[in-house]
């Protein structure tokens, strides 16, 4: 299994991003997918899920009605659009094969002006 995200970086707050993981060596359509992220000396938090056909998604309190969840599943592709950073937003993000230890490597997403 192997997940790969990209498209983090440095924006100012109120600005958005655009997270992909790409997935490959396993059938990625089978599978739910998870967003998660991660501050220095916490735990990591689920940020957003979404079923294996697109269908359900669910969101962390502190992200809903600012973040967007979605799949290609003819692309491998699992996304993540951030709408309306803040600074509380800069962490690391990871994506996560729903229900198994499988995480990508993790892009860094900071929020600052």
């Known amino acids: 299994v192997q997940l790969v995200e990209s498209g983090g970086g440095l924006v100012q707050p109120g600005g958005s991003l655009r997270l992909s993981c790409a997935a490959s060596s396993f059938t990625f359509s089978r599978y739910a997918m998870n967003w998660y992220r991660q501050t220095p000396g916490k735990e990591r938090e689920l940020v957003a899920a979404?079923?294996?056909?697109?269908?359900?998604?669910n969101y962390a309190d502190s992200v809903k009605g600012r973040f967007t969840i979605s799949r290609g599943n003819a692309k491998n592709t699992v996304y993540l659009q951030m709408n309306s950073l803040k600074p509380d937003d800069t962490a690391v993000y990871y994506c996560?094969?729903?229900?198994?230890?499988?995480w990508g490597q993790g892009t860094q997403v900071t929020v600052s002006s």
């Open positions: 979404i079923s294996r056909g697109g269908g359900i998604t």
């Open positions: 996560k094969v729903a229900d198994y230890d499988y």
